[in-house]
Nanobody
Framework: QVQLQESGPGLVKSSQTLSLTCTVS??????????WTWIRQPPGKGLEWMGA?????TTYYSPSHESRTAISRDKGQFTLQLISVTPEDTAVYYC??????????????WGKGTLVTVST
């Protein structure tokens, strides 16, 4: 079983950089290609895919976020950096593992999420 846990500041000031870390533990024998993914959910809104990084280090970003977003990966963890934040970036941030088998994707493991509030 794989466990993921988000960590980072719960309060960030506008114009600063939000930095979150997802710590990965455990292991899985599942087959497929893995993408380590960040998703967020603003208050009252749906889930919003931000981006991901593959095991090989290739990054993928939502067009809505790519100009301000950087995802990196290291052994046991991966990170999210979101620069120049505004109150509109207030959300619950989740990390997850996306598993690809052929052309099918599945978010098979999720963290619990962490609330980040951006102050004015």
């Amino acid at each position: 079983q794989v466990q993921l846990q988000e960590s980072g500041p719960g309060l960030v000031k506008s114009s600063q950089t939000l930095s979150l870390t997802c710590t990965v533990s455990g292991s899985s024998m599942s087959t497929g290609i893995y993408f380590w993914t960040w998703i967020r959910q603003p208050p009252g809104k749906g889930l919003e895919w931000m981006g991901a990084i593959s095991d090989s280090g290739t990054t993928y970003y939502s067009p809505s976020h790519e100009s301000r977003t950087a995802i990196s990966r290291d052994k046991g963890q991966f990170t999210l950096q979101l620069i120049s934040v505004t109150p509109e970036d207030t959300a619950v941030y989740y990390c997850a593992r996306d598993r690809r088998i052929g052309s099918t994707y599945e978010m098979d493991y999720w963290g619990k999420g962490t609330l980040v509030t951006v102050s004015t």
